[in-house]
T-cell receptor, first 112, second 112 residues
Framework: ETGVTQTPRHLVMGMTNKKSLKCEQH?????MYWYKQSAKKPLELMFV???????ENNSVPSRFSPECPNSSHLFLHLHTLQPEDSALYLC???????????FGPGTRLTVL | EDQVTQSPEALRLQEGESSSLNCSYT??????LFWYRQDPGKGPEFLFT???AGEEKEKERLKATLTKKESFLHITAPKPEDSATYLC?????????????FGQGTRLTINP
């Protein structure tokens, strides 16, 4: 595997379900990010981790819970989501938080 | 508040017809401006970083330029494979520097 990978690529869940999105980067980077991309809206930063420490939480509802167990892996735990949370969730990484970011392919999430 | 506005929202060109995409920005202090390309169903692909007014960068048929208020992505003699959404993002100096603020993108279609 190379670059940034995300699993699953597609996810359909009910509002009462609990699921997790996984991101893995194979670039040796120190910073990782979660973004949300909704139709007709710009990419929105959700969370930033630098050296496994959360450095940004962009006013994201608590039904989204990030976890960064090491510098290569990032998770986004989801519970009791709303239909308006349906979107493409993108993971990215960078060498340092100030450097250009490299994105994964995203997880297309649909909340019923 | 940092803002990025991209224009036009959508652009259709004939193969070989050169044009430019615009990214206007307001930021307290610019650390860097980034251009990405995004194909449908995929994550953004990094193209360029520009740091100071007057800077230019080129890659194949693409050239990015930067002034104190805007950036242009010039596309010379485009081919159908250049069809994609082009995203612009800014990164501010100081507090919040780990955050990229994205524009809504320009959807470019190159007809053969």
């Amino acid at each position: 595997e190379t670059g940034v990978t995300q699993t699953p690529r597609h996810l359909v869940m009910g509002m009462t379900n609990k699921k997790s999105l996984k991101c893995e980067q194979h670039l040796g980077h120190n910073a990782m990010y979660w973004y949300k991309q909704s139709a007709k809206k710009p990419l929105e930063l959700m969370f930033v981790y630098s050296l496994e420490e959360r450095v940004e939480n962009n006013s994201v509802p608590s039904r989204f819970s990030p976890e960064c167990p090491n510098s290569s892996h990032l998770f986004l735990h989801l519970h009791t989501l709303q239909p308006e949370d349906s979107a493409l969730y993108l993971c990215a990484s960078s060498q340092d938080w100030a450097d250009e970011q490299f994105f994964g392919p995203g997880t297309r999430l649909t909340v019923l | 508040e940092d803002q990025v506005t991209q224009s036009p929202e959508a652009l259709r060109l004939q193969e070989g017809e050169s044009s430019s995409l615009n990214c206007s920005y307001t930021v307290s202090g610019l650390r860097g401006l980034f251009w990405y390309r995004q194909d449908p169903g995929k994550g953004p692909e990094f193209l360029f970083t520009l740091y100071s007014a007057g800077e230019e960068k080129e890659k194949e048929r693409l050239k990015a330029t930067l002034t104190k208020k805007e950036s242009f992505l010039h596309i010379t003699a485009p081919k159908p494979e250049d069809s994609a959404t082009y995203l612009c993002a800014v990164q501010a100096i100081g507090k919040g520097a780990q955050k990229l603020v994205f524009g809504q993108g320009t959807r470019l279609t190159i007809n053969p």
